[in-house]
């Protein structure tokens, strides 16, 4: 959109001050989105455990001049402008409401359990070559994300497609208000209700709420729950039903395979809106279920069937991630290949400067296709975003970067198309950088991935930062306003590697960290973490790091506490120390009887400041321990007292780990030390269903075999083949972390959808499992654990618990970053 502020504040219903409007190009409601650049409004949202007021102070010192608040003295920000509205996420809004007001297009609204973004995305592209298309960017579904995208369609577009998500009853006929789309999709619903919704039932409705004034939905009908709920729901209106089956004769349309191969599936579609007989490149349920939504859709807008055919057959998966690995030369690599649009390239450039902090950045990109702007236009905006940045150097792909430079501080190289860039690649240095990729698809740049990147790796842990994020926000909506988070990241974070997620972790505004030894404090330093950081065990060989480096020592004994003193002492330096209490652990701390000495050495050491005081709870796990526990926090508290009677409330008191800051919100205190559960894993079931999975262990198939009846396999022969069979060896053994005590069917892993146990002994290097006759191949993906396979699993199996299976799991296995 166009709107100056003066038209803004006119259609959220905001008094514009007496000062002259400014031009809105971009509208921010989180203040890490922030990036350089004129034009930018800031939405002052204001959530459970999150006031975006708080940061109005240091955008504006940033240069963001254009506020949406919620009644806030704008006195001290002399030539800023403040709309002031009663609830911001309203006047957001409302501002959507405006936009589909003035902008109107042909919209369809896409809902459902899974599948709405890739249906948005395919329908999008089966439409772009002869529409004007517009689609909501990546996943912006949710009650803020649905304004945002309509602020980013073009005013010529000629179908709009949204993705609308809920997650609390009653949000539906916000979207559906906002968003009033004439046409339907709802995708499929899931087999969960969730926790905020009684019933599958209750959720369904709420979502066809999105479809109350529209005129047609398509649906698959082969889920008889939503069929039926659907059904009601259409005769109180005039709802056209658009239902397409698997089968004949069960639905309006019949998506009918023909035959599937290797390469993807040929399907003929039969409906009285028009038949095609197509060919996509995919063979599994869900991505045809995704296709047939969409492509139903396309027809029933009056698209001609065999237009479609073309775009159906390069429909590939998308990819919405960004993906950082080791490269060539101690390189970092990172490759976002989410549709490259202005906002994606703001991000990741972001994404770019937190994670290559320490290196060289250099960005390669090509021509954005579809940005829904003139060139001239287009040209000017990257130009301003890539600018701000600070980097070595961008290599620019494409007809159109070779036919116009950008305006570029740093210097630019331009190549006209992605085999040229490849041709001259060696001629330029990649050592130790820092490199972007960010490139439209057709420029395939995963031809540069491969050849930046080193070899592929056949085992790695892939760590999914977006998820990470997702984990910390929940645990950190159970927190009151004010309670501080400390995140624990000692054993390389979990296994999950440590500088990724504290940079992560910093971002996001976390308190304190903390890491078992001060060299994983050290390296943080280097890695240009501020934050400060805790150190669990302070060894005798480390302690002039502490004062080097800025790190804080858990100090639990009286011996440790002389050495800091006289070090300190001597440096003449001062240092933040955190007390370890015991109160029921026994293990590390200072015991109730040790506090009149403990509290007379710290008044007669001036160098030494009491940062906090805290302890361990032992079982804050198990609720059968829950009186235990409480016993805990109330010995915690009368030791912490004695200490403020001495020494006043300044320092932080922190007891809960990961189990009790859901289970025992009286033991927050000042602060919570957050675990296991940042990396997925909960104690409660309730708790789990609400964090989603970091982490997972993939490992490939190296080899598939024949074995005949009387053979054995492996180590010791332990497995001994019953009758013929055919064995799969898969990369991964106890060297791995892939304990050996999975051997013999203790373990199993997961190929393609189903499990398989494993033969015989895990050696070294790999396992085997039995396949019998599944149609796996050689360079077949093999799970050890993740999403699929929760790691809980495998650690019961090892007779174990999830944070062993995760610190087990050996450097020499690489990890891979993802993030949405
Ligand atoms: C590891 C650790 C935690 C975190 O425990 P989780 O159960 O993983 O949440 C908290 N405090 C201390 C002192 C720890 O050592």
């Known amino acids: 959109m166009n709107w100056d502020s003066q038209e803004i504040a006119k259609r959220i219903g905001a008094d514009h001050p007496n000062k002259e409007a400014k031009p809105i190009k971009r509208i921010l409601f989180d203040s890490r989105q922030f990036s350089m650049g004129e034009g930018q409004l800031f939405f002052a949202l204001v959530g459970k455990h999150h006031d975006g007021h708080n940061y109005i102070e240091e955008l504006y010192l940033k240069g963001i001049r254009v506020f949406v608040v919620q009644g806030i003295s704008s006195n001290n920000f002399g030539d800023a402008i403040f709309l002031k509205v009663e609830d911001s996420l309203k006047a957001l809004q409302m501002l959507g409401k405006g936009i589909r007001t003035s902008i109107d297009p042909r919209l369809v609204a896409v809902t459902g359990s899974n599948g709405k973004t890739v249906v948005k995305e395919w329908l999008y592209r089966l439409l772009a070559h002869q529409a004007k298309a517009y689609r909501s960017p990546k996943s912006f579904n949710s009650q803020i994300g649905v304004p945002l995208s309509l602020w980013g369609m073009p005013e010529d577009t000629e179908i709009g497609i949204f993705e609308a998500g809920i997650s609390q009853p009653h949000e539906m006929h916000h979207l559906a208000e906002i968003l009033k789309p004439r046409f339907g999709i709802f995708t499929n619903i899931g087999s969960a209700h969730g926790e905020n919704f009684d019933s599958l039932e209750q959720k369904i409705e709420e979502k066809l709420k999105l479809f109350t004034e529209a005129e047609l939905l398509v649906f698959p009908a082969d889920q008889p729950i939503l069929r039926k709920a659907i059904d009601s729901f259409a005769s109180q209106r005039e709802l056209n039903l658009l239902t397409w089956s698997f089968e004949e004769h069960q639905a309006r349309a019949w998506f009918q395979i023909l035959a599937k191969t290797s390469a993807g599936t040929s399907f003929q579609f039969k409906s009285p809106e028009g038949h095609l007989k197509g060919f996509v490149p995919f063979t599994d349920e869900a991505s045809l279920q995704n296709v047939a939504n969409a492509l139903y859709l396309a027809i029933a807008l009056g698209f001609e069937p065999e237009s479609l055919r073309a775009p159906l057959k390069s429909l590939g998966p998308i990819e919405m991630r960004l993906e950082m690995k080791e490269g060539h030369q101690n390189s970092l690599l990172i490759n976002d290949a989410y549709n490259s649009d202005l906002e994606s390239l703001r991000v990741a450039l972001h994404f770019l400067q937190e994670h290559g902090k320490d290196r060289s950045r250099v960005l390669i990109l090509s021509d954005m296709l579809q940005s829904g702007l003139a060139p001239e236009e287009l040209r000017i905006a990257m130009s301003e975003i890539i600018g701000s940045q600070n980097l070595e150097a961008v290599f620019a792909i494409g007809p159109q970067l070779s036919k116009a430079a950008l305006d570029l501080p740093m210097p630019a190289h331009y190549f006209a198309s992605t085999d040229e860039f490849l041709g001259q690649m060696t001629s330029y240095q990649w050592q130790d950088r820092a490199i972007l990729l960010k490139g439209s698809r057709p420029f395939a740049f995963e031809r540069i991935d491969s050849f930046l990147a080193r070899q592929r790796h056949e085992t790695v842990l892939e760590i999914h930062l977006n998820r990470l994020v997702h984990n910390l926000n929940f645990y950190r909506s159970r927190l009151k306003d004010g309670t501080k988070l400390m995140v624990m990241v000692k054993a390389f974070a979990y296994g999950a590697g440590i500088e990724e997620v504290a940079r992560v972790l910093a971002f996001h505004g976390v308190d304190y960290l903390a890491v078992a030894y001060a060299d994983e404090g050290v390296a943080l330093r280097k890695a240009g973490i501020t934050l400060p950081i805790m150190v669990l065990n302070p060894e005798q060989s480390a302690l002039d790091s502490f004062f080097e480096y800025n790190l ?269």
């Open 552 to 820: 804080e020592p858990e100090v639990y004994s009286f011996r440790r506490l002389a050495e800091f003193k006289e070090l300190a002492f001597q440096l003449g330096e001062p240092l933040k120390i955190h007390l370890k209490l015991e109160t029921g652990m026994h293990r590390l701390g200072f015991s109730p009887d040790d506090l009149p000495r403990l509290i007379q050495i710290l008044k007669q050491s001036p160098h030494l400041e009491l940062a906090s005081a805290f302890s361990h709870l032992a079982a804050s796990d198990n609720p059968e321990e829950a009186d235990f526990t409480r016993g805990q926090i109330s010995r915690f508290k009368a030791m912490t007292l004695d200490l403020e009677a001495h020494f006043g409330t300044h320092f932080l008191k922190h007891i809960a780990n990961t189990g009790a800051i859901e289970s025992f919100p009286e033991a927050h205190f000042d602060m919570v030390r957050l675990g296991i559960g940042l990396y997925g894993v909960a104690a409660h079931p309730e708790e789990q269903a609400q964090l989603l999975t970091v982490a997972e262990l993939k490992a490939t198939v190296s080899q598939i075999k024949a074995v005949k009846a009387g053979d054995t396999v492996g180590y010791g022969r332990a497995w001994r083949a019953e009758e013929d069979a055919t064995i799969a060896v898969i990369s991964i053994g106890y060297a791995d972390g892939f304990s050996r005590s999975l051997s013999n069917g203790i373990g199993k892993v997961w190929i393609k959808g189903k499990t398989y146990p494993v033969i015989g002994r895990v050696c070294m290097d790999m396992c085997m499992v039995s396949i019998g006759s599944d149609p796996i191949k050689e360079g077949d993906e093999v799970l050890i654990f993740g999403d699929a396979l929760p790691v809980q699993e495998v650690a019961e199996a090892m007779n174990t618990i999830a944070y062993e299976v995760l610190t087990g799991i050996s450097p020499r296995v690489k990890r891979v970053y993802f993030m949405a």
